[in-house]
């Protein structure tokens, strides 16, 4: 199996090998279809698995499919993720796989200043990666639209969980459209963890898998 047997596009795959990956990985090979295919994603994974590839290639290729005309400022896919560091990561790895396709991305987190994340909304982007709580103190502020996302991404809900971020995720929840498509991470199931993944969740197709 390859990425482009995947159904990724040309711009993917040499963004991909580029980063030396020949062979997707098990999540890949699963969730990348279904992405795609516009389908909600229920993912068990540990970091190591590749993930998030698995969600920022079919990602990049759905919104890079999208007519742009300019006037579309405000973010269509969303990615949350428990701290700044992850949050970074998962950031640089759109950044480096969305090389040669035409998608405006930032990251957002808390302990920097307000001003280059305000900056950057303003000019207009297609993907944000952020953690919960400086998210919603831009929305608060009235910088940060969220009523055009039709994708999220809550990458390692357990943690975000763990780290007390629930008020804000429901918070973030209600500023987005009820229809848009939802991936969720969790390298675990606990109660919580499954109850915040059934409330957000339709029809997912699961993909739970070890280390790649
Ligand atoms: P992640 O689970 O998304 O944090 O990815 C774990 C690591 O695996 C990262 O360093 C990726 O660069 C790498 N990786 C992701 N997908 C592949 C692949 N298909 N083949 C080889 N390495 C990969």
């Known amino acids: 199996m390859s990425f482009s047997e995947l159904g990724l596009i040309p711009e993917l795959v040499a963004a991909v090998e ?3 990956y020949t062979i997707p990985s098990p999540i890949q090979a699963r969730a990348i279809p279904a992405v795609l295919d516009r389908r909600d994603v229920l993912g068990g994974a540990q970091t190591g698995t590749g993930k998030t590839a698995a969600f920022s290639l079919p990602m990049l ?96 809900a357990d943690r975000m969980l763990d780290m007390g971020f629930i008020n804000d995720i429901k918070k973030i929840l209600q500023l987005m459209p009820a229809k848009r498509q939802n991936l969720f991470f969790s390298a675990t199931y606990t109660k919580e963890v499954k109850k915040l993944a059934d409330s957000m969740l339709h029809n997912a197709v699961e993909v739970e898998v070890g280390c790649a």
Do not use: W
């Not at 998962?90 to 930032?106: A, E, T």
């Not at 953690?131 to 608060?140: A, I």
């Not at 502020?141 to 390692?156: A, C, P």
């Open 18 to 20: 580029a980063k030396g």
């Open 61 to 156: 290729q759905i919104l890079s499919g999208a007519e742009f005309n300019g006037q579309n400022k405000r973010p269509r896919a969303l990615v949350l993720a428990p701290t700044r560091e992850l949050a970074a990561q998962v950031h640089q790895s759109i950044v480096d796989y969305g090389q040669h396709v035409n998608i405006r991305s930032f990251v957002i987190f808390g302990g920097v200043g307000f001003q280059p994340q305000i900056n950057a909304l303003r000019r207009g982007l297609d993907i944000v990666v952020a953690t919960p709580g400086r998210l919603l103190d831009l929305c608060q502020r009235g910088e940060m639209q969220l009523s055009n996302i039709e994708m999220l991404v809550l990458d390692e």
